[in-house]
T-cell receptor
Framework: GAGVSQSPSNKVTEKGKDVELRCDPI?????LYWYRQSLGQGLEFLIY????????KSGLPSDRFSAERTGGSVSTLTIQRTQQEDSAVYLC??????????????FGEGSRLTVL | AQSVTQLDSHVSVSEGTPVLLRCNYS??????LFWYVQHPNKGLQLLLK??????LVKGINGFEAEFKKSETSFHLTKPSAHMSDAAEYFC????????????FGSGTRLLVRP
């Protein structure tokens, strides 16, 4: 597609439910990233994919968080047993390759998650 | 360890006046530095980047930033603000040990008054 597409744009869920957030990167971009943007925490790195593998999962906040990427394209971020502190905007970004020092990531508009 | 500090959480300017958004960095190595902009309900967009070439970097929409190693600063400037510049701006540094992992500042919200 023309840009990074994320869905849903907004998700309201009850505490304890599981949620899935989807990211469709720019066609041909091999690197994919998930970040979380929350009040008081700023933008936090969650996970990075190169192709279908995730060399760095160090930013995932807990074992309730997982992510996968299939076919070198679409990625899904899953949060199990959601907690109120999971409320945030989840941003996906992609780039042609791991960016090294170039730093140019193309971001989607985010999925706003609200846990009641 | 790398980090960035954005000195102002909010900046308010009048349309047509200069913009200055301040950023200081901390890095054990020569850093790569960036400014990203986020308009309301939009994704982040790269404004400009410094990667050890020219210290004065020009970006989109008339913005520029100057890398000053002696001051460990990378302030963002624009000579004349436009209403459409109202947005949140993030100063970003990459980590040398994992340079795909961008480290974001806390952001500066720019308000442009008519």
């Amino acid at each position: 597609g023309a840009g990074v597409s994320q869905s849903p744009s907004n998700k309201v869920t009850e505490k304890g439910k599981d949620v899935e957030l989807r990211c469709d990167p720019i066609s041909g971009h091999t690197a994919l990233y998930w970040y979380r943007q929350s009040l008081g925490q700023g933008l936090e790195f969650l996970i990075y994919f190169q192709g279908n593998s995730a060399p760095d999962k160090s930013g995932l906040p807990s074992d309730r968080f997982s992510a996968e990427r299939t076919g070198g394209s679409v990625s899904t971020l899953t949060i199990q047993r959601t907690q109120q502190e999971d409320s945030a905007v989840y941003l996906c970004a992609s780039s042609l390759a791991w960016t090294g020092s170039t730093g140019e990531l193309f971001f989607g508009e985010g999925s706003r998650l609200t846990v009641l | 360890a790398q980090s960035v500090t954005q000195l102002d959480s909010h900046v308010s300017v009048s349309e047509g006046t200069p913009v200055l958004l301040r950023c200081n960095y901390s890095s054990s190595y020569s850093p790569s530095l960036f400014w990203y902009v986020q308009h309301p309900n939009k994704g982040l967009q790269l404004l400009l980047k410094y990667t050890s070439a020219a210290t004065l970097v020009k970006g989109i929409n008339g913005f520029e930033a100057e890398f000053k190693k002696s001051e460990t600063s990378f302030h963002l400037t624009k000579p004349s603000a436009h209403m459409s510049d109202a947005a949140e701006y993030f100063c970003v540094v990459t980590r040398m040990d994992s340079s795909y992992k961008l480290i974001f500042g806390s952001g500066t919200r720019l308000l442009v008054r008519p």
